[in-house]
Structures are given as C-alpha cells and as structure tokens.
Antibody, heavy 117, light 110 residues
Framework: QVQLVESGGGVVQPGGSLRLSCAASGFTFSGDAMHWVRQAPGKGLEWAAIISKDGNVQYYADSVKGRFTISRDDSQNTLFLQMDNLRVEDTAMYYC??????????WGQGTLVAVSS | QSALTQPPSVSGSPGQSVTISCTGTTSDVGGYNRVSWYQQSPGTVPKLIIHEVNSRPSGVSHRFSGSKSGNTASLTISGLQADDEGDYYCASYRTDSTRVFGGGTRLTVL
C-alpha cells in the first residue's frame, strides 16, 4: 500500500531555511505528480505546491512562491520541499500527498515546522 | 488566491443527513469537475472521501455523496453516525493549475 513518510521538520528562526523530505513507497513514484500541503496549528488545510510526475513543472501557492521550491528524486523515490526565508506564519504541519485525479488521495503523517525567534 | 468558502460548522443527530457546501468561482469549482472532499478526524491525517465531484474511492461508505451546481459543490452525509464527527474540507483544481482548499467545516453529531 502507499506509504509516505515526511522528515526534516524542526524549529528555525525567522529568515532561516529548512529542507523537508518525503520518502515514498508502495506505488510507482515516477508515475505520479506530488503535492505539499500544510496545516497551521488549529487551522485548516492550505495547499502549497505541486510537481509534475516528470519533475519539469511546478506550481506554488502565492503564500510560498519565491521562497519555497518543490523537487523530486525519482531514483530515491523522494519528494523535497526547500523552504527559504521562513516566516512565523509558515509554522505548520507539512504533509506530502500523492496526486490522484488532480488532487490528493494519499497523505503522509506530516512533519512539524516551527518558525520562532 | 482565496480559499473556497465552507460553513464553519454543521450539526445533526444520529441517523439524520447533513450537507456541507463549498463555494468557489468559475476559475475553480465552477470551471471543472475536479473537486475532492476530505475527512479529518481529530489527531489524524485527512482521508479522501470524494473525488471528481461525486466519485467515492473504494472502501468509502455509500453514506457519503457529492454533487455540484454552478460554483458550489456539496457533500451530503446520510445516516449520521458518531464517528462521522470531525472536520471536512473541499478542494479544487484551479485554472492556473494551482489547487485550493476550503476553510473547513466542523461536523458535530448531537
């Protein structure tokens, strides 16, 4: 079955950087687009980014555009999210998700990012 | 990029039906049959319950159904059960190829 395991979260100061990873298994990783979605504490889901299955196309939410970069390594079945110039409002649980019919059908357990001075 | 509009909360008694609305624009909900619904119980990750407006993934109860009219999609839960309690989110594809979630609706089973 599909398994997605995020890692790389932690505490970082405003203006800092983090790189999240999502290890995928149980499906043909190279055959699916992949998403990052975040959820601030006690808040709703916010879509952040998507990368095409060939890795050539990326789209971002306005809130992260220019600061976050989504990428993938199909040889390692791994999805990444490079987060730069982090802000307090980026504090959230970050989930990776497998694309299905333009949206998401499988979710990881999430990795927590806290931006605080 | 505004979120889709959902009611903050709905409630119903066991056995009743409830409907949750999700309003967008012609650039998202109204423009495509690419709307999904997710259930998130407390402390858990979201679970896909409806995709492409009205399709149920394997294993999802027939009590969950979806529909769309114009710029508004709807999720109906019939025969409410206690374990239906939780947060429900809609999501849609957008014209600019981004995606957007609704603000979420808290379902309480009375």
């Amino acid at each position: 079955q599909v398994q997605l395991v995020e890692s790389g979260g932690g505490v970082v100061q405003p203006g800092g950087s983090l790189r999240l990873s999502c290890a995928a298994s149980g499906f043909t990783f190279s055959g699916d687009a992949m998403h990052w979605v975040r959820q601030a504490p006690g808040k709703g889901l916010e879509w952040a980014a998507i990368i095409s299955k060939d890795g050539n196309v990326q789209y971002y939410a306005d809130s992260v555009k220019g600061r976050f970069t989504i990428s993938r390594d199909d040889s390692q079945n791994t999805l990444f999210l490079q987060m730069d110039n982090l802000r307090v409002e980026d504090t959230a649980m970050y989930y990776c998700g497998k694309d299905y019919r333009w949206l998401i059908d499988s979710w990881g357990q999430g990795t927590l990012v806290a931006v605080s001075s | 990029q505004s979120a889709l509009t959902q009611p903050p909360s709905v409630s119903g008694s066991p056995g009743q039906s409830v409907t949750i609305s999700c309003t967008g624009t012609t650039s998202d909900v109204g423009g495509y049959n690419r709307v999904s619904w997710y259930q998130q119980s407390p402390g858990t990750v979201p679970k896909l319950i409806i995709h492409e407006v009205n399709s149920r993934p394997s294993g999802v109860s027939h009590r969950f159904s979806g529909s769309k009219s114009g710029n508004t999609a709807s999720l109906t839960i019939s025969g409410l059960q206690a374990d239906d309690e939780g947060d429900y989110y809609c999501a849609s594809y957008r014209t600019d190829s981004t995606r957007v979630f609704g603000g979420g609706t808290r379902l309480t089973v009375l």
